[in-house]
């Protein structure tokens, strides 16, 4: 592993360290204090003592903070190495995952948000046990979904932030790792969601501040848009002949002659465009409407109006990575056509020690020859911000969907203390896991870490997206037919996905032995045929088994969610969780010392007893919870926003197509 992560020819003693000047470390450290300070700005100020407050920051939070969460819990390290390198072999359609966004924010604030807050949930298992009863589809969501944080996001975030630092410092990639993983851990596990929704917001500003003035230096290099287009189709690198006389296929290094169109050939395009625009809505639909990590920053929000205030800035922020990602990406191998642009193993071994390619170094090879002193260091503070900020918003997530669906299930009587320090302890383990994944990230998808991002989630995410979307819209959809949609539509994505990784994606130079039948079929392509086949058999289990009465349903489903009757829970019997008061973190007539009173101001746990509450408070507090009312001013300043930013999304679509 460490000589995947670590070149010899990058790691030369001989080599100079791009980052090694007072300029750029003293940019890097005043970053550092400045999220420290922020993150404990933010513990000192929110409630952390419950599991409302630690994990739904006591439902107060604003639209600002909450659509600059929502967008740097998306935009990873992952988003710069991982666009930017796919720009540089394939063009602009990578774009098109960012902009298929600006459409599903609007349909994750004003038709999945509203279902989730009537519902008075915490997780999305949660809402398909309160939507279907029973435990097994709960508990089995809650593991897919750690699943997908280990392959998709934990370990691409690491990788590519490896990469960079390999890249920038010249140091040995473990320590860096762990430096940033203490940094991370140490406010999502103290702080809780609003240190990580407060930070996030601070990163989201240091991000698009320090990649503008990359792009600006960029095209500045390039001579404008229009040299930018030319000089990019004519990028070739001249290194086409290995050393015993293997000729490349220019196919391989020859630009596309689509590279600037956003719509491809449904047939023999790279990203045809009927994935590209109903595939990737589907993966979109899964990653944005029922994802843990997304969802939870909405249900923070103190009103409906906040949760589509966010989810509208959000959208206008995955404006752009088109500009600040994609396009530099595509410029960086204008100005490195050898190295980005490699073909032949024995050169690329030598650039970026793999042999499927290096297009995954376009951004950061962009910072370090690019950018002065000084500049040089606010970039690799964005590139952490970036980490940090996906990593820590994955975190809380994680650890919620530990703590709330199955560490709840083995411990049903567990203190709120307990729950709170078993979700942080598991964010460990998953820090392990995502280590031990890394190596199979360097080879996949040709190198291109974007693209098997999004094949592993094609795999694994449409059944999830099928079953939410049933679950809200077709009041019919019972637990049978929920249940073994899931199981059967996973077992389809993992035989493609098993299949592909047991054959390798292979490169250009050596095409995978996979057989057409089973890697032919593009994997957006795959995601359309996998949430159709897991949608019909939902439905047509549904239909042959009992359906759920209406009393179990109002205010979960569509049709029924402006009821007022009150709703009989599913299973109510079966408690899920029973959480105690635990008597040592409550204990009034101890005398407490100085030690133990700072150990639980750091970890959030309160020092003395809640107030009990009436049966009256309790309902009053659950109606607030639950409320979804609106202002009719601010309700028709967000729709008119909505009709603005969907406007927006066509015209970007129509213009590069």
Same mark, same amino acid.
């Given at each position: 592993?460490?000589?995947?992560?670590?070149s010899?020819?990058?790691l030369s003693?001989?080599?100079p360290?791009p980052?090694?000047?007072?300029a750029?470390i003293?940019v890097i450290v005043?970053?550092?204090?400045?999220v420290?300070a922020?993150?404990i700005w933010a513990m000192v100020?929110?409630?952390?003592?419950?599991?409302g407050?630690?994990?739904l920051?006591?439902?107060?939070m604003?639209w600002?903070?909450i659509?600059?969460s929502?967008?740097?819990s998306?935009i990873?390290?992952?988003?710069?190495?991982?666009l930017?390198?796919t720009a540089?072999?394939?063009?602009?359609?990578?774009?098109g995952?960012?902009?298929?966004a600006?459409?599903?924010?609007?349909?994750l604030?004003?038709?999945?948000v509203?279902?989730?807050?009537?519902?008075? &949930?915490?997780t999305?298992?949660e809402?398909?046990?309160k939507r279907?009863?029973g435990s097994?589809?709960?508990?089995?969501?809650s593991?897919?979904?750690?699943?997908?944080?280990v392959?998709t996001k934990i370990?691409?975030?690491?990788?590519s932030?490896?990469i960079f630092?390999?890249?920038?410092?010249?140091?040995?990639?473990?320590?860096?790792?762990?430096?940033?993983?203490?940094?991370?851990a140490?406010?999502?596990?103290?702080?809780g969601?609003?240190?990580?929704?407060y930070t996030?917001?601070?990163q989201?500003i240091i991000? &698009?501040?320090?990649?503008?003035?990359l792009?600006?230096?960029?095209f500045?290099?390039v001579?404008?848009?229009?040299?930018f287009?030319?000089?990019?189709?004519?990028?070739?690198?001249?290194?086409?002949?290995?050393t015993?006389g293997?000729?490349?296929?220019?196919a391989?290094?020859?630009?596309r002659?689509?590279?600037?169109?956003l719509?491809r050939?449904?047939?023999?395009?790279?990203m045809?465009?009927?994935?590209?625009?109903f595939?990737l809505?589907?993966?979109?639909?899964? =990653?944005?409407c029922?994802d843990?990590v997304i969802?939870?920053r909405c249900?923070?929000?103190?009103n409906?109006?906040?949760?589509?205030?966010?989810?509208?800035?959000a959208?206008?922020?995955?404006l752009l990575?088109?500009?600040l990602?994609?396009?530099?990406?595509?410029?960086?191998?204008?100005? =490195?056509?050898?190295?980005?642009a490699?073909?032949?193993p024995? =050169?690329c071994?030598?650039?970026?020690?793999?042999?499927?390619?290096?297009t995954?170094?376009? =951004?950061?090879k962009l910072?370090?020859?690019l950018?002065?002193?000084?500049l040089r260091g606010l970039?690799?503070? &964005?590139m952490?911000a970036s980490?940090m900020?996906?990593?820590t918003?994955?975190?809380?997530s994680?650890?919620?969907?530990?703590?709330m669906?199955?560490?709840?299930k083995i411990?049903?009587?567990?203190?709120?203390k307990e729950?709170m320090?078993?979700?942080r302890?598991?964010?460990?383990?998953?820090?392990g896991?995502?280590?031990?994944w890394?190596?199979?990230?360097?080879s996949?998808?040709?190198?291109?870490?974007?693209?098997y991002i999004?094949?592993?989630?094609?795999?694994?995410?449409?059944?999830i997206a099928?079953?939410f979307?049933?679950a809200?819209?077709?009041?019919? &959809?019972?637990?049978?037919?929920a249940?073994?949609?899931?199981v059967i539509g996973l077992?389809?994505?993992?035989?493609?996905m098993?299949?592909?990784f047991?054959?390798g994606?292979?490169?250009?130079m050596?095409p995978?032995?996979c057989?057409k039948?089973i890697?032919?079929?593009?994997y957006?392509y795959?995601?359309?045929?996998l949430?159709?086949?897991?949608s019909?058999?939902?439905?047509a289990?549904?239909?042959?088994?009992?359906?759920?009465?209406?009393k179990h349903l109002h205010?979960?489903?569509w049709s029924l969610r402006?009821?007022?009757?009150?709703r009989?829970?599913?299973?109510?019997?079966?408690d899920w969780?029973n959480?105690?008061e635990d008597?040592?973190?409550?204990?009034?007539?101890k005398?407490v010392?100085?030690?133990k009173?700072?150990?639980?101001w750091?970890c959030?746990?309160?020092?003395k %007893?809640?107030p %009990?509450l009436?049966?009256?408070?309790?309902?009053?507090m659950e109606?607030?919870?639950?409320?979804?009312s609106e202002?009719?001013?601010?309700?028709?300043?967000?729709?008119?926003n909505a009709?603005?930013?969907?406007?927006?999304?066509v015209?970007?679509h129509g213009y590069?197509?």
């Amino acid at each position: 592993m460490e000589n995947i992560l670590r070149s010899p020819a990058a790691l030369s003693s001989n080599d100079p360290i791009p980052i090694n000047n007072a300029a750029d470390i003293s940019v890097i450290v005043v970053y550092f204090v400045v999220v420290l300070a922020v993150g404990i700005w933010a513990m000192v100020r929110t409630s952390r003592g419950t599991v409302g407050g630690f994990f739904l920051a006591g439902r107060s939070m604003v639209w600002w903070p909450i659509g600059a969460s929502l967008f740097a819990s998306n935009i990873g390290s992952g988003h710069f190495v991982g666009l930017a390198g796919t720009a540089a072999a394939g063009g602009i359609v990578i774009g098109g995952f960012e902009w298929n966004a600006l459409v599903i924010v609007i349909i994750l604030g004003w038709i999945f948000v509203p279902i989730y807050v009537k519902a008075g &949930v915490v997780t999305m298992p949660e809402y398909l046990r309160k939507r279907f009863g029973g435990s097994r589809i709960r508990i089995y969501l809650s593991v897919l979904s750690l699943l997908l944080y280990v392959f998709t996001k934990i370990s691409a975030d690491m990788f590519s932030g490896a990469i960079f630092i390999q890249q920038a410092m010249r140091i040995n990639i473990y320590i860096a790792i762990v430096m940033l993983l203490l940094i991370t851990a140490l406010y999502t596990v103290t702080g809780g969601l609003a240190a990580v929704i407060y930070t996030d917001t601070l990163q989201t500003i240091i991000m &698009v501040i320090g990649s503008f003035i990359l792009m600006g230096f960029a095209f500045k290099e390039v001579g404008g848009y229009e040299n930018f287009m030319a000089r990019y189709m004519s990028a070739i690198p001249n290194e086409t002949v290995s050393t015993d006389g293997t000729v490349a296929d220019p196919a391989c290094y020859t630009p596309r002659s689509d590279a600037f169109h956003l719509f491809r050939d449904p047939i023999t395009g790279d990203m045809p465009w009927p994935g590209l625009i109903f595939g990737l809505t589907i993966l979109a639909l899964w =990653y944005w409407c029922t994802d843990q990590v997304i969802v939870q920053r909405c249900l923070s929000a103190k009103n409906m109006s906040h949760v589509k205030g966010g989810c509208i800035l959000a959208g206008y922020l995955k404006l752009l990575p088109m500009f600040l990602m994609v396009f530099p990406g595509m410029i960086s191998r204008i100005l =490195y056509t050898n190295q980005v642009a490699c073909v032949l193993p024995e =050169y690329c071994r030598n650039y970026c020690d793999t042999d499927v390619g290096c297009t995954n170094i376009a =951004y950061p090879k962009l910072v370090i020859d690019l950018m002065p002193n000084g500049l040089r260091g606010l970039m690799l503070s &964005v590139m952490l911000a970036s980490l940090m900020s996906s990593l820590t918003s994955i975190f809380n997530s994680a650890s919620t969907l530990f703590t709330m669906d199955i560490y709840t299930k083995i411990r049903k009587r567990a203190s709120e203390k307990e729950l709170m320090i078993a979700g942080r302890i598991f964010i460990l383990f998953l820090i392990g896991i995502s280590i031990a994944w890394v190596p199979i990230l360097q080879s996949a998808q040709s190198g291109q870490l974007f693209d098997y991002i999004q094949s592993v989630t094609s795999y694994l995410g449409p059944p999830i997206a099928s079953v939410f979307f049933l679950a809200i819209f077709i009041k019919r &959809v019972n637990e049978q037919g929920a249940f073994w949609g899931l199981v059967i539509g996973l077992l389809i994505g993992l035989s493609r996905m098993i299949s592909e990784f047991a054959f390798g994606t292979g490169s250009c130079m050596k095409p995978s032995k996979c057989p057409k039948i089973i890697c032919g079929v593009h994997y957006l392509y795959f995601a359309i045929i996998l949430f159709g086949c897991t949608s019909i058999i939902v439905l047509a289990v549904s239909l042959m088994t009992k359906p759920i009465p209406d009393k179990h349903l109002h205010r979960l489903c569509w049709s029924l969610r402006n009821s007022k009757e009150e709703r009989e829970d599913l299973d109510a019997g079966d408690d899920w969780v029973n959480i105690e008061e635990d008597d040592d973190t409550y204990d009034e007539l101890k005398e407490v010392s100085c030690w133990k009173k700072a150990y639980n101001w750091f970890c959030g746990f309160e020092t003395k %007893k809640a107030p %009990k509450l009436s049966e009256e408070e309790k309902k009053a507090m659950e109606a607030n919870m639950t409320d979804t009312s609106e202002v009719p001013l601010w309700r028709n300043v967000v729709n008119i926003n909505a009709i603005i930013l969907l406007a927006v999304a066509v015209f970007c679509h129509g213009y590069f197509a």
